[in-house]
């Protein structure tokens, strides 16, 4: 079951247009979600995150979004620069448990599939 | 750059023979996390470690098993490595005090024949 979806596996935008990149996830015990950037033969990358108790962040470029009551978030990036190909994963982390020790998720992230971001020149 | 180490890099291996990955870190951080990466599915935990010798299971743990006798050092090892465990493997580390970024290894990417 996969509890946190890109439905998009690509884009393909024009320098200087915005490009949305989309998520969905399904289990409402997620508080904290993040955006990660994957260039090919290399590690993913941190981009930006979203606490459940915003509705949005900037930072630079990059802003996203978050929908709780839809359970969707997204990320903007404006202007789209061709060294921003790449690509994009989102993923979300589970509310801490508070009935083990230290209240603690360990961390755990679930990953979407991933959107293949392709600006253009 | 998060102090994170992958070796090897590249392997090929035939079924049936075990493989040991290693991750390796300087930051002297507690939380470690194993990943494969496989087109349309992401990124997939495998396990994870919350300290020395403290280790559970991710998602996709059959086929793995990990161990983390030091801190800096999170092994990962397919006991007898299968054509389904072709992948690109990514360690992870997580500093005690952020609220879910994890920082990722440069890879090491497996090929079972």
């Known amino acids: 079951d996969q509890q946190v979806k890109q439905n998009s596996p690509s884009l393909s935008v024009q320098e200087g247009r915005i490009s949305i990149l989309n998520c969905d996830y399904t289990n409402s015990m997620f508080d904290y979600f993040l955006w990660y950037k994957k260039y090919p033969a290399e590690g993913p990358t941190f981009l930006i995150s979203?606490?459940?108790?915003?509705d949005k962040n900037e930072d630079g470029r990059f802003t996203v979004f978050l929908n709780k009551s839809a359970k969707h978030l997204s990320l903007h990036i404006v202007p789209s620069q061709p060294g921003d190909s790449a690509v994009y994963f989102c993923a979300a982390r589970l509310r801490p448990l508070t009935s083990n020790a230290g209240g603690t998720s360990y961390g755990k992230l679930t990953f979407g599939q991933g959107t293949i971001l392709t600006v253009h020149p | 750059d998060a102090g994170i180490t992958q070796s090897p890099r590249h392997k090929v291996t035939e079924t049936g023979t075990p493989v040991t990955l290693r991750c390796h870190q300087t930051e002297n951080h507690r939380y470690m996390y194993w990943y494969r990466q496989d087109p349309g599915h992401g990124l997939r935990l495998i396990h994870y470690?919350?300290?020395?010798?403290?280790?559970d299971k991710g998602e996709v743990s059959d086929g793995y098993s990990v161990s983390r006798s030091k801190t800096e050092d999170f092994l990962l090892t397919l006991e007898s490595a299968t054509s389904s465990q072709t992948s690109v493997y990514f360690c992870?580390?997580?500093?005690?005090?952020?609220?879910?970024?994890?920082?990722f290894g440069p890879g090491t990417r497996l090929t079972v024949l």
């Open positions: 470690s919350y300290g020395v010798k403290d280790t």
């Open positions: 992870a580390i997580k500093d005690d005090r952020s609220l879910g970024e994890q920082f």
């Open positions: 979203i606490s459940s108790i915003k």
